[in-house]
Nanobody
Framework: VQLQASGGGLVQTGGSLRLSCAAS????????MGWFRQAPGKEREFVAA????????SIANSVKGRFTISRDNAKSTVYLQMSSLEPEDTAVYYC????????????????WGQGTLVTVSS
């Protein structure tokens, strides 16, 4: 199983980015997908998750109204659209695949990508 996250980079406050996570080696449409992030010196935290067919999503309160999660099962890819970015959003963003959810718990996800760095400058 491989989850390849991309799309991170440096952006100014108020800017936007779209992260992508391409999955291989798993039956993508049968897995719940999630995004988590980890800032320096902090624990990994939940950002967003989406059900197998995309009908249900869960979004962290800290990013609600600014971030949107979506998926394209035909491309085995999950996306995280981020807008109105703030310096507090600076972190390494990880995608993950699991069987139950959409869950906010890291323990529900069996597979993790390598992460992509998002840096928001003030």
């Amino acid at each position: 199983v491989q989850l390849q996250a991309s799309g991170g980079g440096l952006v100014q406050t108020g800017g936007s980015l779209r992260l992508s996570c391409a999955a291989s080696g798993l039956a993508f449409s049968t897995d719940v997908m999630g995004w988590f992030r980890q800032a320096p010196g902090k624990e990994r935290e939940f950002v967003a998750a989406i059900s197998r067919r995309g009908y249900s999503t869960s979004i962290a309160n800290s990013v609600k109204g600014r971030f949107t999660i979506s998926r394209d099962n035909a491309k085995s890819t999950v996306y995280l659209q981020m807008s109105s970015l703030e310096p507090e959003d600076t972190a390494v963003y990880y995608c993950a695949a699991g069987r139950y959810g959409p869950s906010m718990s890291t323990t529900e996800y069996a597979y993790w990508g390598q992460g992509t760095l998002v840096t928001v400058s003030s």
